[in-house]
């Protein structure tokens, strides 16, 4: 079953900011961005922080209250990079005198 998100539906921001610009691409146009820049922003979690932070602050609301999965209390952003360390060593069988089976 797909998770409930947290704060703020995608519509109702979406709606917010066309009743105070008209358009997304106003908006993004306004902020010196490419026409597409807020629907991404808005789709795609971690695209453009400062532009998440612009959004909010067009409707009138803290990062947080928007998107809670993506900005912590404080304002600071949540990372969205993978840890890639390794879990396990790799066997020294696999590549012997450093050339691949």
Partial sequence: M????????????????????????ALSRHLGRNSNAITQALAQPGYSVPLEREIAKQI?????EVWPDRFHAD?????????????????????????AA
Avoid: I, Y
């Fill in 75 to 99: 304002g600071t952003p949540v990372s969205f990079r993978a840890d890639r360390t390794p879990t396990a060593m790799p066997c020294s069988t696999h590549r012997q005198n450093e050339v």
């Fill in 60 to 64: 009138g609301r803290e990062p947080h």
């Fill in 2 to 25: 797909a998770r409930k998100p947290l704060g703020m539906h995608v519509e109702d921001v979406k709606a917010s900011l066309r009743k105070k610009w008209g358009s997304l691409s």
